[in-house]
């Protein structure tokens, strides 16, 4: 008879933890567009210009039409 | 247009001289130079190249590699780039790590990949190489290497641009395999054009560099290897990107940055070159 009662006891308890987090799970959804943490550091140098895969510029460089006397290469 | 296209451009009055070092194309520019500047500086490089490269056994860094952790004597040249390399390691917080020979050579890097190709990668790879300061160690005229050996061919072009630009002219560009430092106002006085991942810049006494997997990579046993060592790992790094082009203050600092932004990837490679690149670009 007590060990049946343990048994109930232990199976109620998991059953009410097992509730209870769902219910702090459901009322606590990620928000997917909230900034990582730590937050990243911001820099001092100025925001560069530019998209993904295109060359970001600083105030310390400008872009020009001439056409190049050399260029940086992988090698 | 292409650097030929810029020669012909009439009035530009570039002096130009292309050849083959470092196992790379190398091409100085200058304005105004004194006679015989280009033929003296051609022959620097190729003198570096002797005495730097692990591939040709005679070389000063190949005596030094083989002094079996004594303490020997080194060259004031030799001298300066090793201690360029511990500021490399420095300065790229352990990225860019000189001391990944071993690594290489496991990979089966063993000779120029324009001589035969690799050789076979070996089974086992080596562990994640030692910090560089506990390998290295230099002082005034003498230099000690304490296990693994060294490869300069990460560093060597960028410093020797930097040096060679600052002593060629006042008004010159130094491209050692891509690596360059553009000294001075250029043709038209607002700076050296130069190619940086298809845009053209201006740059007046700044460095430009790139790095990249898809060259000097082949494959073996069906894995894809190429000769960027991550130092974390000992092995050839696994990175987003493929070629990071980077701006800066000094062809050898746009040389480190490029690497290790390339290791970094593209989550934190912008992080890491903002404030310490003037331009870059993740590809």
Not at chain 2, 92 to 101: R, T
Request: hydrophobic letters at 45%; one cysteine or more; aromatic letters at 6%.
């Amino acid at each position: 008879m007590r060990s049946l009662l343990l048994k109930a006891a232990a199976t109620t308890l998991t059953l009410g933890v097992v509730a209870l987090s769902a219910r702090y799970v459901a009322a606590h959804l990620r928000n997917p567009s909230a900034p990582l943490q730590p937050p990243v550091v911001g820099s001092a140098t100025p925001a560069p210009t530019g998209g993904q895969g295109s060359l970001q510029l600083t105030p310390a460089v400008r872009a020009t039409d001439l056409p190049p006397a050399t260029s940086t290469y992988v090698s | 247009m292409s650097p030929e296209g810029w020669r012909a451009l009439p009035g530009s009055g570039v002096e130009r001289r292309s050849f083959l070092a470092m196992g790379s194309q190398c091409h100085l520019l200058g304005l105004g130079l004194e006679r015989g500047r280009l033929d003296w500086a051609t022959g620097r490089v190729v003198e570096a190249h002797r005495r730097f490269s692990r591939f040709v056994p005679e070389s000063e860094l190949s005596r030094f590699n083989a002094s079996g952790g004594k303490w020997v004597a080194i060259s004031p040249w030799l001298e300066e780039l090793l201690r360029a390399a511990l500021e490399a390691y420095r300065l790229s917080g352990g990225l860019v790590h000189a001391g990944v020979l071993p690594s290489m050579l496991a990979i089966g890097y063993t000779r120029p990949l324009a001589e035969g190709g690799p050789t076979p990668a070996a089974a086992v790879m080596p562990p994640p190489v030692p910090p560089l300061p506990e390998l290295l160690q230099v002082e005034p005229g003498r230099a000690r290497l304490r296990g693994g050996g060294i490869d300069l061919g990460g560093i060597v072009k960028g410093w020797l641009a930097d040096r060679l630009a600052a002593v060629l002219g006042e008004n010159c560009v130094v491209n050692l395999g891509g690596d360059l430092f553009a000294r001075g106002p250029g043709p038209q006085g607002e700076g050296w054009p130069v190619g940086v991942g298809g845009t053209t810049v201006l740059l007046r006494d700044q460095g430009a560099a790139t790095s990249g997997t898809w060259r000097r990579a082949w494959g073996w046993g069906g894995r894809r290897l190429h000769h960027l060592i991550d130092p974390r790992t000992g092995r050839p790094a696994e990175s987003d990107l493929g070629e990071v082009s980077v701006v800066a203050e000094r062809a050898f600092a746009a040389e480190v940055h490029a690497k290790a932004a390339l290791l970094l990837g593209r989550g934190l490679a912008p992080a890491y070159l903002a404030g310490r690149a003037c331009a870059w670009r993740l590809a």
